[in-house]
T-cell receptor
Framework: ETGVTQTPRHLVMGMTNKKSLKCEQHLGHNAMYWYKQSAKKPLELMFVYNFKEQTENNSVPSRFSPECPNSSHLFLHLHTLQPEDSALYLC?????????????FGPGTRLTVL | GEDVEQSLFLSVREGDSSVINCTYTDSSSTYLYWYKQEPGAGLQLLTYIFSNMDMKQDQRLTVLLNKKDKHLSLRIADTQTGDSAIYFCAESFGSGGGADGLTFGKGTHLIIQP
């Protein structure tokens, strides 16, 4: 247990569905991250939030919409996804004080888009 | 953008040393990381090194950095079956601030032979 939880652990959705992924950290951190891990590519950073403000959007398509209501929670809202968006979505958190602060990862949500 | 390259597989005998290699392209000062991912789990930080260091040792783990060649290696002494996992090399984006995304390699599958 790293103190970062993600729900659901597995999700199957159609291309017309709308779903959300949830991440919660119990570490008192201020920075949270979304990463995508697909079979054919290296782990890719998607979004970074620090003190609830988005500080990085790594050219992510608008069908992925992040939300960070407070420093403990991070959501990824999904709509009109494509089959190539099937991947493991990993959330991470860090203290947010220095760029070298350790990032702690959750177990991920395995997403399958049909 | 930065690229991080790793070989995909490494097979070693139990009790031998494992050496996992990585090359990176960003020439600016940065932190370099090694993460471990076991099946069904998120990423666990093993160790990190700043780019002005040559070596870092932590129990069975030794990290060597050749900054001139942009080459990073992770040596695991006395490899055990529990070391079987995917090992990721990662580099800080270097965007500054308190939260910095990481650029990952594709990961090296470490396979332990009895």
């Amino acid at each position: 247990e790293t103190g970062v939880t993600q729900t659901p652990r597995h999700l199957v959705m159609g291309m017309t569905n709308k779903k959300s992924l949830k991440c919660e950290q119990h570490l008192g951190h201020n920075a949270m991250y979304w990463y995508k891990q697909s079979a054919k590519k290296p782990l890719e950073l998607m979004f970074v939030y620090n003190f609830k403000e988005q500080t990085e959007n790594n050219s992510v398509p608008s069908r992925f919409s992040p939300e960070c209501p407070n420093s403990s929670h991070l959501f990824l809202h999904l709509h009109t996804l494509q089959p190539e968006d099937s991947a493991l979505y990993l959330c991470a958190s860090s203290r947010g004080e220095r760029s070298t602060d350790t990032q702690y990862f959750g177990p991920g949500t395995r997403l399958t888009v049909l | 953008g930065e690229d991080v390259e790793q070989s995909l597989f490494l097979s070693v005998r139990e009790g031998d040393s494992s050496v996992i290699n990585c090359t990176y392209t960003d020439s600016s000062s940065t932190y370099l990381y090694w993460y471990k991912q076991e099946p069904g789990a998120g990423l666990q930080l093993l160790t990190y090194i700043f780019s002005n260091m040559d070596m870092k040792q932590d129990q069975r783990l030794t990290v060597l950095l050749n900054k001139k060649d942009k080459h990073l290696s992770l040596r695991i002494a006395d490899t055990q079956t529990g070391d079987s996992a995917i090992y990721f090399c990662a580099e800080s984006f270097g965007s500054g601030g308190g939260a910095d995304g990481l650029t990952f390699g594709k990961g090296t599958h470490l396979i332990i032979q009895p």
